[in-house]
């Protein structure tokens, strides 16, 4: 048996291409999406991001804004700077790329963003309301791999799903989401005993750890669902998640690649977010 390969470049290719159409119907109503993205500091792989985010704004015809500041900023400044971005009527979603240097609390960051332009899905509000099943942002990664599951036609009322990783960015929302659709959910991570117990158990199995082929064969049940969230190295320098694709696929029923798989889907998700946010601008502009 060879596992269905859930293709995140296709469905993100596909998703992205209805957003262009939205967009389109935006900017002909007079209202363009703007993304405002703050890069502090020169981490490497954070400029990398950014640049794929404003990449991926442009192609389907949204606007990208980049604000760089010095690592040496203060939070202060940096929290004026959130504030004007809440005030301009032209940005629709404000993202400020993490990590973040020491001296600035990553919490206060967070509940600065008006949660109207939270397109991350951060904010305690948006949090709050996604935990109760409210219409809300949603958190990107999660987000995005809620989107394959129901592209791919993956059942998910009744299944036993297993969350590796309790990160509020993905472990945690990630669990919450698929509870909300019914799923009967496990919460593993590091301080777990005996994790291959909970995760030979799911139906689907979520990845996001951060340790490189972690996950093998002896993890997984026969032809269950798996996602790999992880992006690490391997001993080559390769790209690869926290799967062992090469030992897992020859044993479950669906898998994610790495590269290729969840990461399309989170720049996606982002972009749908923002798109949105527009939409809620229009319509309150016409009720107005």
């Given at each position: 048996m060879t596992a269905h390969l859930i293709d995140g470049k296709k469905i993100a290719?596909?998703?992205r291409k209805n957003l262009q159409i939205e967009?389109?119907?935006?900017?002909?109503?007079?209202?363009?999406?703007?993304?405002?993205?703050?890069?502090?500091?020169?981490?490497?792989a954070s400029r990398t991001y950014v640049t794929n985010k404003q990449k991926s704004c442009k192609a389907i015809g949204m606007e990208s804004v980049l604000m760089e500041l010095p690592e040496s900023v203060t939070e202060k400044e940096l929290l004026n700077?959130?504030?004007e971005l809440n005030n301009r009527d032209d940005i629709h979603g404000i993202l400020v790329q993490l990590p973040l240097p020491d001296h600035i609390s990553e919490t206060k960051v967070i509940e600065t963003i008006s949660?109207?332009?939270?397109?991350?899905?951060?904010?305690?509000?948006?949090?709050?309301?996604?935990m109760t099943g409210q219409n809300t942002f949603l958190p990107c990664t999660p987000f995005g791999i809620m989107q394959m599951l129901k592209y791919e036609g993956i059942s998910i009322t009744g299944k036993h799903a297993v969350i590796i990783g309790r990160s509020n960015i993905v472990g945690k929302p990630m669990g919450q989401l698929l509870l909300n659709e019914n799923a009967?959910?496990?919460?593993?991570?590091?301080?777990?005993?005996?994790?291959?117990?909970?995760?030979?158990?799911?139906?689907?199995?979520?990845?996001?750890?951060?340790?490189?082929?972690?996950?093998?064969?002896?993890?997984?049940?026969?032809?269950?669902?798996?996602?790999?969230v992880g992006m690490n190295r391997d001993e080559n320098g390769k790209l690869c998640g926290d799967v062992d694709f090469t030992d897992v696929a020859g044993k479950v029923g669906s898998i994610t690649p790495v590269p290729g798989g969840v990461g399309p889907m989170t720049i996606t998700m982002l972009l749908y977010n923002t798109v949105q946010s527009a939409k809620n601008k229009l319509n309150y502009r016409n009720q107005g």
């Open positions: 290719a596909e998703t967009v389109g119907e935006l900017v002909a109503a007079g209202v363009k999406p703007g993304l405002a993205v703050i890069l502090v500091g020169d981490n490497q700077h959130i504030e949660p109207e332009k939270d397109v991350d899905g951060f904010h305690p509000i948006n949090i709050g309301k996604m009967t959910v496990t919460y593993c991570h590091s301080k777990t005993d005996d994790l291959a117990s909970y995760t030979r158990e799911a139906d689907i199995l979520v990845a996001a750890i951060g340790k490189a082929k972690m996950i093998t064969a002896d993890y997984v049940k026969e032809g269950a669902v798996v996602i790999d």
